[in-house]
């Protein structure tokens, strides 16, 4: 089977054409775009002698100290991040799951009530909320408010997914038995998450940028960090700071996508990467009628019965000796293997009558 996708034909030579010539287009707006921002900062003299705070400060401070604040704000930003991010994680997926999984009305009805209250506040509410209304400190106040609002929109991105599949994968879980939470969580929710990972990456990189509502609340992160020396060095040296937190928090987006791209890779070839073992004529199914001895392959597929690797043991049915009574046959061979013996001699019997 082709590679290539079956939602649509490989593009031919013009759409080629057309897709090398828009690239170039935009490639060439873009440039246009970045020399027109210099060329407009140059005539205002941004590109002066302001640019030394980096590495020249003015005030008696050296460039140690102003990388040094940078990289507290950074580490404080970075902080809040790592925790609000695995935390918003488990309860949004625990909320998805409860919503899909379980039937009675009641909690499912709490579970979409409270969803849609916790995403329809905005962040930096929450985060007034936690330090006025109940007093917590400025780190517990941001990861509050992060997690509680980015939990219900990590809800509503799995949710999505989960109805995204067909209908044929929640009915297949049911019909072997598996009950509406099994079935959610070890068939539904590992290719919903596969499905919505570009989803659930663009979310965690909202919500480290949203980090930065922290310093309304007196957090110190990397922007309250950059306005504070901003204030100390002057406004002049207001675009170069701020361009320094501006590529800060590029590269950290980009490293986080980077990552994601990697997982997703990986999801996929794993996917590809082996084909489910064959469990059926190959299977523990005797060959030669009830009773009879069971192929080889059966074993060796990994079916549950005999499982991976496990030798078979299976025997043929004992058979009767000339001239030999049925009391003897039966005392001979044992209780188990008389009845193997005598259902395989009824089943041939009613064949040879069919």
């Excluded at 949710?159 to 939470?181: F, H, N, T, V, Y």
């Excluded at 070890?186 to 919903?192: D, G, K, N, T, Y």
């Excluded at 499905?195 to 007196?218: E, H, N």
């Excluded at 001239?323 to 193997?340: A, K, L, P």
């Amino acid at each position: 089977m082709s590679s290539s996708s079956v939602l649509y034909d490989a593009p031919g030579p013009r759409a080629k054409r057309l897709d090398r010539i828009f690239n170039v287009g935009f490639s060439l707006l873009l440039l246009a775009g970045i020399a027109y921002v210099i060329v407009s900062f140059y005539r205002r003299g941004i590109f002066d002698e302001r640019w030394a705070v980096l590495w020249d400060p003015p005030k008696g401070q050296t460039a140690s100290d102003v990388w040094r604040s940078l990289w507290s704000g950074l580490r404080a930003t970075l902080w809040a991040a790592l925790l609000a991010t695995p935390l918003a994680l488990v309860i949004g997926s625990a909320v998805a799951i409860i919503r899909r999984g379980v039937t009675k009305r009641l909690v499912t009805g709490s579970a979409t009530v409270v969803t849609e209250f916790a995403r329809g506040l905005p962040v930096l509410m929450l985060m007034f909320l936690a330090r006025f209304g109940f007093q917590w400190e400025t780190l517990p106040s941001v990861v509050f408010g992060l997690v509680v609002y980015n939990a219900a929109v990590v809800a509503e991105i799995l949710r999505a997914g989960l109805a995204a599949l067909p209908k044929g994968q929640r009915e297949a879980g049911l019909s072997i038995g598996l009950s509406p939470m099994r079935t959610t969580l070890m068939i539904e929710l590992p290719q919903a998450v596969r499905i919505m990972l570009p989803a659930l990456v663009s979310q965690i990189v909202v919500l480290l940028k949203d980090t930065a509502l922290g310093y309304i609340v007196a957090y110190p992160e990397l922007l309250r960090t950059i306005k504070i020396n901003r204030d100390y060095f002057g406004d002049q040296y207001t675009i170069p700071l701020f361009v320094v937190g501006a590529t800060i928090y590029i590269l950290i987006n980009l490293a986080i996508s980077r990552l994601a791209t990697l997982i997703e890779r990986r999801l996929r070839e794993r996917g590809k990467g082996g084909t489910p073992p064959e469990i059926g004529p190959a299977g523990p199914i005797p060959q030669s009628g009830i009773g009879g001895p069971a192929r080889e392959e059966g074993a060796r597929a990994g079916d549950p019965v005999f499982g991976a690797k496990r030798p078979v043991q299976s025997h043929g049915a004992p058979q009767r000796r000339p001239g030999e009574t049925d009391e003897d046959f039966r005392r001979r061979v044992g209780e188990v293997d008389w009845r193997r013996a005598s259902m395989r001699s009824n089943t041939r019997t009613g064949d040879s009558e069919i």
